[in-house]
C-alpha cells in the first residue's frame, strides 16, 4: 500500500474512532460500520453479542453491513441461540475460553473437518443466506471474562496481513465502546456481582425482572450446563414467588437486590444442603484442581448423577464412542481407573 493509501487509512480509523466514543442521538456503531467496511475491503461485518436469559440465549445485539437480508440473518441466529446447546459455535458466548478472548481467530481453525456442515447454525444460518463458504476472521471482545460481542466478517475471499491488522486495530475502539455501554446500562454492577458471587458456598444467579440471567457463579453454570431447563424452570417459579414443587429438590433463597440506577434485580441462591448442589460445587472445584474443558465439566457432572453413557449420549448428541473417550481423558486427569474411583476423587476435592 502506499504512503497516500496509508495516510487515508489512518485518517480513517481515526474518525471511526472518534465517533466511537462519542456519545448523542443515533446508533455509533451502525454508524460505522459501511466505514469499516470500506476501509477493510471486505464482503461484510457483523457485530453480535448472544443475550442469556432463563429461557436460553437469544440475540441482545445485532449490527451488520453488507449482508443482502440482515433481518433474516438476526432471526436466523436467535433461532439457533433457542434451539443449540450452550457453546453453539466453538466457543462459549457467554464467558468465551481464555484462549479466545480479545485475539483474532479465524473460526475455521477452530473446526475439524467436517464439523461445520454436520452443525445446526451451517443448516440454519449459514447456507441459507450464503455464506457456507465463507471465512471468518473475528474477534470475541471480552471484558474481564465476560463477552461483549463477536466482531468480524463474513469474507469469501483470502483474509490478508493488511485485513487482520486492520481488522485488530479496529476492534481496540469498538472494545470500548462496547464496554462503555455496559457499563452505562442496567450492567453497570456485574463486575462487582461477580466477584462477590464466587464467595457464596453454593450456586448463585442474579436475574433481572426480564429473566436475563446477569450474572452467575461458576458453580451455578455447572448446574445450567448440565440441567438447563429444570433449573431455569425452578429458578422463574422462585422469582416470581410461587411455591416450590412438591417433590422438587432444589431449595431456592431469593433476596431481591437494590441498587442505586440498575432496574430489579434478584440474587438466587440453590442451597447448598441440598444434593444438587453438593454435586456442582465438587464439579466445579475439580474443574479448577485438573483444569477440565467444558465438555469433561459436562460429562463429570452428568456421571455424579448416575447417568449411564448412552444416556449421556442421547442427551449430548454425540455417540457413546466420543462420551467413552471424555471419560478416558478424565480417569488420566484424575489418576482414577473406573467410574466409582472418579466419583469418589471428586467428591473428595
Not at 475491503?41 to 441482545?60: I, N
Not at 491488522?165 to 462487582?192: D, N
Amino acid at each position: 500500500m502506499c504512503a497516500m493509501d496509508r495516510a487515508s487509512t489512518a485518517s480513517a480509523v481515526a474518525e471511526i474512532e472518534a465517533e466511537l466514543i462519542r456519545f448523542g442521538a443515533g446508533n455509533a456503531i451502525d454508524a460505522v460500520l459501511p466505514e469499516i467496511r470500506r476501509i477493510l475491503d471486505t464482503e461484510t461485518v457483523l457485530v453480535l453479542t448472544p443475550a442469556e436469559s432463563l429461557g436460553g440465549l437469544d440475540v441482545g445485539r445485532f449490527h451488520a453491513v453488507g449482508f443482502a437480508d440482515p433481518a433474516g440473518l438476526r432471526e436466523a441466529f436467535a433461532d439457533v441461540f433457542r434451539r443449540q446447546p450452550l457453546r453453539y459455535a466453538w466457543y462459549d458466548p457467554i464467558r468465551p475460553e481464555p484462549e479466545q478472548r480479545n485475539r483474532l481467530v479465524e473460526a475455521h481453525e477452530l473446526m475439524k473437518p467436517g464439523e461445520l456442515e454436520q452443525s445446526y447454525i451451517y443448516q440454519r444460518a449459514l447456507r441459507p443466506f450464503g455464506l457456507q463458504a465463507h471465512l471468518q476472521p473475528r474477534m470475541l471482545l471480552c471484558d474481564g471474562a465476560s463477552l461483549l460481542g463477536w466482531f468480524g466478517s463474513f469474507h469469501s475471499r483470502a483474509v490478508s496481513t493488511r485485513q487482520r491488522r486492520l481488522l485488530s486495530r479496529l476492534a481496540k475502539p469498538m472494545h470500548r465502546r462496547l464496554a462503555i455501554e455496559r457499563r452505562l446500562g442496567w450492567t453497570a454492577a456485574q463486575p462487582a456481582l461477580g466477584a462477590a458471587l464466587e464467595h457464596i458456598g453454593a450456586p448463585a444467579f442474579v436475574i433481572a425482572s426480564s429473566q436475563r440471567i446477569v450474572e452467575a457463579n461458576a458453580a451455578a453454570r455447572v448446574l445450567l450446563d448440565s440441567r438447563r431447563a429444570d433449573i431455569a424452570s425452578a429458578l422463574s417459579g422462585a422469582v416470581a414467588g410461587e411455591p416450590a414443587g412438591q417433590g422438587n429438590e432444589l431449595e431456592i433463597e431469593v433476596v431481591p437486590l437494590r441498587l442505586h440506577g440498575v432496574p430489579d434485580l434478584s440474587l438466587a441462591i440453590i442451597r447448598a444442603g441440598t444434593r444438587e448442589a453438593r454435586i456442582a460445587a465438587s464439579v466445579t472445584a475439580a474443574t479448577t484442581r485438573w483444569q477440565l474443558t467444558m465438555r469433561q465439566r459436562e460429562i463429570l457432572m452428568r456421571v455424579l448423577r448416575g447417568d449411564a453413557s448412552p444416556t449421556i449420549a442421547a442427551d449430548l448428541g454425540v455417540s457413546r464412542r466420543t462420551i467413552e473417550l471424555h471419560l478416558s481423558a478424565l480417569f488420566v486427569r484424575t489418576e482414577t481407573s473406573t467410574r466409582s474411583e472418579l466419583v469418589a476423587a471428586v467428591l473428595r476435592t
